[in-house]
């Protein structure tokens, strides 16, 4: 393909006036393949790039012989530290500018940290010429034993004291003289990001500036360390991610492979493919870390809270201090006068952890929520009781009015669709069809959040609508929203409206993570589309032999596409006024600003919702299955609820493989993933997806923005791990405080 129709951005086909829900406009581009993804691009000249890995956990590189591979058919380079070039580090930054999670260039050091590190890299004309090469790369160590162990003592911590989190009261009194206590511990494991699209990179350079196709959910970040690892101005490096195939937070920040991809194509000067394996997925490009979490509650007889604790830790790697956040929901989840929250990290021989779907909270809430189930049975209450007990008037934690909160409603609705009104509490007292039933439920919240964002829309003289930001649609349906926030906001069909992402050169925009892009974009695009009505406005006044002629911009409105008087009933299409004064386009540049860490905010702003799940056990056949989940979101005003459902289905049964199948292995000797591949870690499948009932409470939060909508891609996920344990133990007896669950444990109850 050529290089400028390469850049050019997808072109979407026209679409049916339908009401909501409506699908997405750029579903036919991928149903037919048109869409381009980063793999997907080939540039003329361009070579490819396979990296030699690490084949140990920890020590040195004693000796890296590389003559064999440079001789090899087609090999046009091996890259390693002595010969890549200068790759800087990321200066320290507060918030999500310039951040990754691995600090460390390629090739920084002759020390081996994580198996799998990537020590140099094989370029040529064809993968097959560079895969050879790179096995043909020699590479001696000296090997140390490698600390992987999966279990944490407080005492391993980095820091001596652990980072507090939240604090009010005095907890430990309140709970040493608490009249029902728990103290129970949770553990989570390693989990991987298993996206269908696996991390790319496709870079070129033309003497002067890089062009960098990325898998990547956040293109503007990705641009600001990628100018500063290649020490080049930032307007000299242009990302671009049309379509992602999912990345579930993998794909949030840059790794190590773009900044190979990068120096390669500079050294060499011709554009350079690197797509990262299924087993290098695994190894250096992130993942879950494992965790562990301590839960101490006291209440009152009749379930009253006095105290909370939670203290969490979870690993990291050798190098970057990635802390999991477990506590992020526990301050303002339930009401109780004494909480406490801590967080530590330890070290260990794995790569940097990343943010998976629903960072912190999701595993917190396996912890808490798993705690809350415990603590109802300890007491003898309802699970749902309990809860609805616990319900805080205010965000406890900031002492601040929620922005809207309907977690009350949450439970409600989902336990009259649920049926849970017919639940017997006794253990394995509930039968159907010959096999065990149980039921489960738990609460989940997410943070909603807006980060800064910049948007342009064009009212175009033919009548159609340009809007622009560089954020991205990592496969959840922005631009299907952003052309409806157009077409609502005009009063014109959604097919005259062309959306155009990620791409750094247009409006600086949000990443696709923390479910906040929605939320961010929304307020631009209306401020961007109010600045281009007064620029039309202007131009209208202006026009002899109009209705509008010699009136005030003031004094006119734009409805349904059309210019009119607000006092009369003239009405004349945007375009012709446009035509008429021989305008290409009126342009409006909105903007908004962020809220997170905004110290004047009069609001805590979360999203909130319950979750209820039925499994049924068969110990005769040892077989476990979730059979039903009925999940409720207050997630604020759906925009469109056909990808919100698909957002929160697919969620579920993420949850699902969280539950049951998914822990990444390493062996202890070598730091090998020994799972390393789709037959090994095993995720859930269309076999194991249940009966999925998904309502959404629909309450505008016009505090995050003027639509009222929050972010749903996260808190799909949170709360689905407990809901399932705290059914299997209804149905079996056995609690699971370790994550997945083993159906060998499930077989001594």
């Given at each position: ?141 000296k090997s140390e034993k490698p600390d992987l162990r999966d279990h944490f003592d407080p005492a391993q911590m980095t820091d001596r004291e652990p980072k507090v989190d939240s604090h009010r009261g005095d907890p430990d009194a309140a709970f040493q ?285 033919d009548g159609t609508v340009r809007v622009s930001t560089a954020t991205q649609d990592i496969g959840t349906g922005t631009y299907t929203v952003l052309a409806q926030t157009v077409s609502r906001t005009l009063g014109i069909p959604i097919g005259r ?102 110290p004047s905010l009069k609001f805590s702003t979360h999203s909130f919702g319950a979750q209820f799940a039925e499994v049924t056990w068969e110990p005769e056949i040892a077989r476990l299955r979730v059979s039903r989940v009925v999940t409720v979101i ?116």
């Amino acid at each position: 393909m050529p290089l400028a129709a390469s850049l050019a951005p997808p072109v979407f086909p026209p679409q049916l006036d339908d009401a909501a829900p409506r699908p997405r406009i750029d579903g036919p581009l991928k149903v037919t393949g048109a869409a381009m993804y980063t793999s997907d691009f080939n540039l003329p000249g361009m070579l490819y790039a396979v990296p030699v890995c690490a084949t140990i956990a920890s020590g040195t590189i004693t000796s890296l012989d590389t003559a064999r591979a440079e001789r090899m058919p087609g090999v046009k380079a091996v890259y390693h530290r002595k010969n890549v070039g200068k790759l800087f580090r990321v200066a320290p930054v507060a918030g999500f500018s310039s951040y990754l999670d691995e600090r460390r260039p390629p090739f920084e050091d002759d020390t081996v940290r994580y198996y799998g590190q990537y020590v140099a890299a094989v370029v040529a004309l064809t993968y097959e010429q560079a895969v050879a090469g790179a096995r043909a790369v020699k590479v001696t160590y000296k090997s140390e034993k490698p600390d992987l162990r999966d279990h944490f003592d407080p005492a391993q911590m980095t820091d001596r004291e652990p980072k507090v989190d939240s604090h009010r009261g005095d907890p430990d009194a309140a709970f040493q003289t608490a009249a029902i206590t728990l103290d129970q511990t949770y553990s989570t494991p390693t989990e991987t990001h298993n996206p269908i699209e696996l991390h790319a990179s496709v870079a070129s350079w033309d003497g002067q500036s890089f062009t960098l196709y990325e898998t990547s959910q956040a293109v503007v970040n990705s641009r600001e360390v990628l100018s500063q690892v290649l020490g080049v101005p930032i307007e000299n490096v242009r990302v671009i991610s049309r379509f992602l195939g999912s990345g579930f937070g993998g794909k949030l920040w840059p790794w190590t492979h773009a900044m190979i991809a990068a120096a390669a194509a500079r050294n060499l000067n011709r554009p350079v493919k690197l797509v990262v394996s299924r087993e290098m997925m695994f190894q250096s490009v992130g993942h879950r870390p494992e965790t562990q979490q301590r839960i101490r509650l006291g209440a009152t007889p009749q379930g009253k809270l006095v105290a909370l604790m939670h203290d969490s830790i979870n690993h990291t790697s050798i190098l970057d201090d990635y802390a999991e956040g477990c506590s992020e929901a526990t301050g303002y989840s339930y009401s109780t006068s004494n909480l406490r929250a801590t967080s530590g990290i330890v070290r260990r021989n794995v790569g940097t952890p990343t943010s998976m779907r629903g960072p912190g909270a999701v595993p917190g809430l396996f912890a808490l929520e798993s705690a809350m189930d415990e603590l109802a049975i300890k007491l003898n209450l309802d699970p749902v009781a309990l809860r609805l007990a616990n319900e805080p008037e205010k965000d406890e934690g900031l002492n601040l009015p929620f922005s809207s909160r309907h977690f009350v409603e949450c439970l409600k609705t989902g336990a009259e669709r649920f049926g849970w009104a017919d639940r017997t509490p006794a253990v394995g007292s509930m039968k159907r069809d010959g096999v065990t039933l149980g039921w489960g439920v738990a609460g989940c919240s997410w943070i909603a959040v807006r980060m800064d964002t910049t948007a342009s829309v064009e009212l175009r003289d033919d009548g159609t609508v340009r809007v622009s930001t560089a954020t991205q649609d990592i496969g959840t349906g922005t631009y299907t929203v952003l052309a409806q926030t157009v077409s609502r906001t005009l009063g014109i069909p959604i097919g005259r409206v062309d959306v155009v992402l990620g791409d750094t050169s247009l409006p600086a925009g949000p990443m696709s993570g923390g479910s906040w892009a929605t939320a961010s974009v929304i307020p631009a695009v209306i401020d961007a589309v109010e600045q281009a009505k007064q620029i039309l406005f202007m131009a209208a006044a202006q026009t002899d032999g109009t209705p509008f002629s010699k009136q005030r911009p003031e004094a006119l409105a734009l409805a349904n596409g059309r210019v009119t008087l607000k006092s009369g009933s003239a009405a004349v299409p945007f375009e012709e006024v446009l035509q008429k004064n021989n305008l290409r386009a009126a342009v409006g540049q909105g903007k908004s600003a962020g809220t997170m860490g905004d110290p004047s905010l009069k609001f805590s702003t979360h999203s909130f919702g319950a979750q209820f799940a039925e499994v049924t056990w068969e110990p005769e056949i040892a077989r476990l299955r979730v059979s039903r989940v009925v999940t409720v979101i207050d997630g604020g005003h759906i925009l469109n609820p056909k990808p919100a459902r698909n957002q929160i289905e697919g969620a579920v049964v993420m949850g699902i493989g969280m539950a049951l199948f998914e822990e990444t292995k390493y062996d202890p000797r070598f730091g090998v993933p020994i799972n390393n591949n789709l037959a090994d870690y095993i995720v859930a499948t269309n076999a194991d997806s249940p009966q999925i009932d998904v309502t959404f409470l629909d309450y505008p939060d016009l505090v995050l923005n003027p639509l009222g909508a929050r972010g749903i891609g996260e808190i799909g996920l949170a709360g689905i791990a407990p809901a399932i344990t705290n059914a299997v133990y209804h149905a079996t007896g056995v609690r699971v405080r370790e994550l997945p669950v083993r159906i060998e444990d499930l077989l001594t109850a």
